[in-house]
């Protein structure tokens, strides 16, 4: 028994010290059949293989085409930036365009450009008065104390110039004359005499209790010009007889009230001249106290130009 396990034990060590030999065939894996793969659905977020496979070869891609931009007459949404955009754009191209043409005067072609004359306005015809307003005109005037006269029709020099049925006013009311006497309508006159009677004469009684006005130095009724004495323009009130220019009042004692820029004078005249001229207003539909611009430095200018809507026009300085 012994014997035998030596002999196998022998063996077992002679099998495991021999070579095998050199060229033994090595078997090779049976290929396996190829099967269709079946398409799978991509995940959320990954690409499909469709999308990853190269494209074949000997195949161009085709390039794909550029999105077109919109052109300039397409509609943009408003309010949209692109918009904003495209109307700043074009603000800022109109600018510079506007920006050459006006360069040294001439436009991009280089010829000068002829400057073109102002148009004048059309001349207003003289105004005829409604017969029946101004018989009522006539009577209130009379009736206030006023001394006037109707005079002659006055035919201006110029178009636009004229009064109809003119009035030649010496005193607004009992003992207030009109120094020189004064051409103008109607209409203009009632203005002035009632203006006096119910502002001037309180205002005065109590700024200056022991002073009676006595008189207005008129700088200028009736005169056939334009506004401002200026070469061209609108025809001013004054050649329509709508307008009064009061330089001075004068008191029965003491030196006159010299009109002229009062807003910060502090004495009592000072401060009846401010409260008659913003009270005119009431009776006049334009006043211009001294003071309020360059032609209106040394008097008070009322008048009675009608204007859209009832408006009036009332600066005070």
């Known amino acids: 028994m012994l014997q035998r396990f030596f002999i196998l034990a022998a063996a077992s060590l002679l099998i495991a010290a021999s070579e095998p030999p050199k060229q033994v065939p090595v078997p090779e894996a049976k290929p396996q059949q190829e099967t269709p793969e079946q398409p799978t659905s991509p995940k959320k977020g990954e690409a499909s293989q469709e999308q990853v496979q190269p494209p074949p070869e000997n195949t161009v891609p085709k390039p794909q085409d550029k999105p077109e931009t919109p052109s300039s007459q397409e509609a943009v949404p408003a309010g949209s930036d692109k918009a904003s955009e495209t109307a700043s754009e074009k603000k800022s191209e109109d600018g510079k365009q506007e920006t050459d043409k006006a360069t040294d005067g001439k436009p991009a072609d280089g010829k000068p450009v002829e400057e073109k004359k102002a148009e004048e306005p059309a001349p207003e015809p003289v105004k ?3 017969p029946e307003e101004l018989k009522a005109c006539l009577s209130q005037l009379k ?3 006023a001394e006037f006269r109707e005079i ?5 020099e110029e178009d636009g110039c004229g009064i109809a049925s003119p009035l030649e006013v010496a005193a607004v009311l009992p003992g207030i004359k009109l120094e ?3 051409t103008m309508r109607c209409e203009a006159a009632l203005a002035l005499s009632r203006w006096t009677k119910d502002i001037v004469l309180p205002t005065a009684k109590i700024a200056m209790p022991d ?3 006595t008189a207005f130095g008129n700088a200028s009724t009736y005169i056939c010009r334009n506004r401002n004495s200026a070469a061209t323009g609108k025809m001013s009130e004054h050649a329509k007889g709508n307008a009064v ?3 001075t009042m004068t008191f029965d004692k003491g030196e006159p009230l010299v009109m002229k820029p009062r807003a910060e004078d502090g004495t009592m005249e000072g401060a009846f001249q401010r409260s008659i001229t913003t009270a005119a207003c009431l009776f006049f539909r334009t006043v211009l106290s001294p003071g309020s611009d360059a032609t209106h430095q040394d008097h008070l200018h009322l008048d009675v130009l009608e204007r859209k809507g009832g408006y009036l026009y009332c600066r005070q300085r």
């Not at 002659?152 to 201006?156: A, L």
């Open 128 to 130: 005829q008065e409604n």
């Open 143 to 145: 009736e206030l104390g």
């Open 152 to 156: 002659e029709p006055i035919k201006g």
């Open 180 to 182: 020189p006497k004064g």
């Open 211 to 213: 002073r009676q006005v």
């Open 245 to 247: 220019d009061i330089a």
